[in-house]
C-alpha cells in the first residue's frame, strides 16, 4: 500500500514511512469528521438562537410570564396567553401516561419474565408495529372510528362519576381524552421498548433468589423485578412523555382546536403543538402572531428538551448500576 | 399449619390473578393495532384502484376526486432527497463520535446534542425551516420540496446518527487493531474495515429513519405545502402522502374521506416494506 510502495532509492526515507501525501490524509479524513460533527453543534445553536430571537416580539408584547399564565389565546386581538395550550398539553399527555403507562410496563412484564419462550419474538414486532403506523393515520383513525365509537361509553362514564373533578358535564366528541387515549397508543411501544431493556438487566440471580425463597411468580415480580428498575422505568415512561409533549398531528386531528381551556377531560381542547399546525398559515404576514407560535414552539421545544434530559439521566443510571458500562439510551425500534 | 396453608392458597391466588392480569394487559395492547389495521383494509383497500395510483388530486369539491399520485411520488422524491443528505452526515458524525471522540468533552457535547435533537417534536423542525427558508423566499421560491426535505432530513438525522452509534462500537476493537497492526492508515482501518463490517446494521439504521420520515406530516406542512399536480422539480411546491391525508380528513365530502382512508393504506404499506427490508438488511449481519 501507500507505505511500502515508495521505496526511495536514494535511502532519505524507509521504505516503511509513508509518503508525505499518505501521512496527510489521516489528519485530513479526522478533519472533515471533526468538522461535520461540529457542523451538529452549529446547527442546535443556530436552531436555538434563531427561535429565541423570532419570538422576541411576543415575550416583549406579552411577557414571558404572562405569555405562560394567561388564560386566553386571542390572536385577532393581539392577546397571546398560552396558559389554555400549555394546560392542555399537561393534560393530554397526563392522560397518555396514566393509561399508556401501566400497560407498557405489564407487556414488558409479560414479555421478558412470563410469556412461553417461542411467543416472544412475535409479541415484541406486533408492540413494535404500533410505532410504524404514522401519526396522521391515527388521526384519521381517531376522527372516523374511536370519537364516534367511543362517544356512547364516555358519555356514561361523565353521567356516572361527575362526582370525580374534572369528570361529568356533556362531552364533546373531540376531547382531551380521545387525545390522550391516541397519545397513549402512541407512545406504549417506546415506553415498552426501553421498559424491555431494563427490566432484561435485572440479574438472574436476583430472580432465582427470591424464587428459592418460595415467592411466587408475581411475587418474584414485586419484590426482586420491579425495585431494580423502577429507576429506568421511570425514565422510559418519562421519554414517552417526551413523545406525548410534542405529538402534532394525531392531536390536532382529535382534540377540537378550542383556545378556551376545558372544564372536565371530556371537553374541547388545544395543544401548543396543535395551536402551531393550525395556525402557522394565517400567521406569516402578522410578526407579532407569528412570534407567538414560535414562542409556543419554543416552549415545547424546552419542555422536551427537560423531560428528555432527566428522563435520559434515570435510564443511563439504572443501566450503568445494571452492567458496570451504559448502553444506548434509546433501542433500535420501529420508530425510534 | 393452618394459616400458612391459608396464606399460600391466597398468594396462589394473587400470583393467578396478576398473571392473567399481565397477559390481559398485553392483550389489551395489541387491541389497537389490530383495530387500526382492520379499518385501514376495510376502507382503505375500497378506495384503490388503478386510477387512484395514476391520477392527480383534482381539488373539485363535487364530482371525480382523482387519486394520490402526486403524493406518493412527492413522498419518495422528498424523502430520497432528505435521506441522501442525512445518511451520509449521519454516519459520519457517527463514525467521528465511535472513532475519535470517545473521550472528551466536545465528543461528549456533540453526543448530548444530538441526543436533544433526538427529543426535539417535529413541528419544532417544520417550524424552523418555514421561518428560515420559507418566508424569506430562500432560492426564489417560498414553499419548495427541497424544503421540506431539510425538514425531514433535521428530523431523520439524530436517529441516523443514534443508530450508526450503536453499530459501529458492536465493531470489535480487535478488528481496528490489527489491521493499524499491518500498518493501514486510521482512515483506511475506517473505510474499509470498520464501515464493511458495521453496514448491514447501519443500513437498518438508517432505512427505520427513513420510514420514520416517510410518515411525518409536521415538518411537510409549511415547507413543502400541498399541491394537486405531480411534480419532479424539488423548487416547487410538492405534494405528500401525510399532508394529503391531514388536508382529507377535515372535508365533509365522503369521496375525499374515502381518498384519505386509501392513501393511508397507501402510505402505512410504503413504510412496512421500508421496514421489513431494513430488517433483512440486518440479517446479513455478523455482528451481535
Known amino acids: 500500500m501507500a507505505a511500502t510502495a515508495t521505496t526511495d532509492a536514494r535511502g532519505d526515507r524507509s521504505i516503511l514511512e509513508r509518503s508525505p501525501s499518505a501521512r496527510r490524509a489521516d489528519p485530513l479524513f479526522r478533519g472533515v469528521l471533526t468538522a461535520l460533527a461540529g457542523l451538529v453543534l452549529a446547527l442546535i445553536a443556530f436552531f436555538f438562537i434563531f427561535l429565541l430571537r423570532k419570538a422576541e416580539p411576543a415575550f416583549s408584547h406579552q411577557g414571558v410570564v404572562s405569555f405562560l399564565t394567561t388564560n386566553d389565546w386571542n390572536p385577532s386581538k393581539d392577546i397571546f396567553g398560552a396558559w389554555p395550550l400549555v394546560a392542555g398539553t399537561l393534560i393530554t399527555a397526563v392522560i397518555a401516561l396514566g393509561i399508556g403507562v401501566p400497560i407498557a410496563v405489564a407487556t414488558a412484564l409479560y414479555v421478558t419474565e412470563l410469556c412461553p419462550r417461542r411467543a416472544r419474538g412475535p ?214 | 399449619m393452618s394459616s400458612l396453608t391459608f396464606d399460600s392458597r391466597r398468594r396462589r391466588a394473587t400470583d393467578r390473578v396478576m398473571r392473567g392480569l399481565l397477559l390481559a394487559a398485553t392483550g389489551l395492547a395489541l387491541v389497537p393495532l389490530v383495530l387500526v389495521i382492520w379499518f385501514l383494509l376495510q376502507k382503505g383497500l375500497g378506495a384503490w384502484s388503478w386510477e387512484f395510483f395514476t391520477t392527480d388530486p383534482t381539488g373539485n369539491f363535487l364530482g371525480d ?156 406542512l409549511f415547507t413543502a405545502t400541498l399541491v394537486q399536480g405531480t411534480t419532479f422539480d424539488l423548487g416547487q411546491r410538492m405534494n405528500s402522502l401525510p399532508v394529503q391525508i391531514f388536508n382529507d380528513v377535515s372535508s365533509p365530502n365522503d369521496d375525499i374521506v374515502q381518498r384519505a382512508w386509501g392513501a393511508a393504506l397507501a402510505l402505512v404499506t410504503l413504510i412496512l416494506l421500508t421496514t421489513l427490508v431494513a430488517r433483512l438488511a440486518s440479517r446479513r449481519s455478523r455482528l451481535s
Not at chain 1, 431494580?228 to 421511570?234: D, E, K, L, Q, V
Not at chain 1, 414560535?294 to 428528555?308: E, S
Not at chain 2, 449521519?90 to 468533552?105: D, H, I, P, Q, T
Open chain 1, 123 to 336: 409479541l415484541v414486532v406486533l408492540v413494535e408495529l404500533l410505532a410504524a403506523v404514522p401519526s396522521v393515520v391515527y388521526g384519521l383513525w381517531g376522527v372516523f372510528i374511536l370519537i364516534p365509537k367511543l362517544k356512547p361509553a364516555e358519555q356514561w362514564f361523565a353521567d356516572t362519576f361527575d362526582f370525580l373533578p374534572l369528570v361529568g358535564g356533556t362531552v364533546a366528541g373531540p376531547n382531551y381524552f380521545i387525545a390522550g387515549l391516541i397519545l397513549a397508543i402512541m407512545i406504549l411501544p417506546i415506553v415498552s421498548a426501553i421498559s424491555r431493556e431494563v427490566i432484561a438487566t435485572v440479574p438472574a440471580d436476583l430472580k432465582e433468589a427470591s424464587l428459592a425463597l418460595g415467592a411466587t411468580r408475581w411475587e418474584m415480580l414485586r419484590m426482586a423485578v420491579l425495585p431494580y428498575s423502577r429507576a429506568g422505568i421511570t425514565g422510559a415512561a418519562m421519554l414517552g412523555l417526551g413523545r406525548a409533549i410534542g405529538e402534532t398531528i394525531a392531536v390536532t386531528l382529535v382534540i377540537g382546536n378550542s383556545p378556551v381551556l376545558g372544564h372536565t377531560i371530556f371537553d374541547q381542547g388545544y395543544t401548543l403543538a396543535a395551536v402551531i399546525a393550525n395556525e402557522f398559515g394565517e400567521a406569516a404576514s402578522d410578526k407579532l402572531h407569528a412570534g407567538a407560535l414560535i414562542a409556543a414552539g419554543l416552549v415545547l421545544f424546552l419542555l422536551t428538551l427537560l423531560v428528555n434530559a432527566v428522563a435520559r439521566w434515570l435510564v443511563h443510571r439504572a443501566e450503568v448500576k445494571a452492567v458496570g458500562t451504559p448502553a444506548p439510551a434509546e433501542p433500535v425500534t420501529v420508530a425510534a
Open chain 2, 65 to 220: 376526486q382523482g387519486g394520490v399520485k402526486s403524493a406518493i411520488l412527492g413522498t419518495i422524491e422528498m424523502v430520497a432527497l432528505a435521506a441522501a443528505v442525512a445518511i451520509p452526515f449521519g454516519w459520519a458524525v457517527a463514525l467521528y463520535l465511535v472513532e475519535y471522540g470517545r473521550r472528551g468533552r466536545f465528543g461528549a457535547a456533540v453526543r448530548y446534542f444530538v441526543d436533544v435533537m433526538t427529543g426535539v417534536p417535529s413541528i419544532v423542525f417544520g417550524l424552523f425551516v418555514y421561518i428560515t427558508l420559507v418566508v424569506s423566499g430562500w432560492g426564489g421560491s417560498s414553499f419548495a420540496g427541497w424544503k421540506g426535505s431539510v425538514a425531514l432530513a433535521l428530523l431523520m438525522l439524530p436517529v441516523v446518527t443514534r443508530s450508526a452509534e450503536v453499530v459501529l462500537q458492536l465493531v470489535p476493537d480487535a478488528l481496528r487493531e490489527a489491521a493499524m497492526a499491518l500498518g493501514t492508515p486510521r482512515w483506511r482501518v475506517i473505510l474499509k474495515v470498520v464501515l464493511p463490517t458495521a453496514l448491514p446494521g447501519l443500513i437498518t439504521g438508517s432505512l427505520l429513519a427513513v420510514a420514520r420520515a416517510a410518515g411525518e406530516t409536521a415538518p411537510l
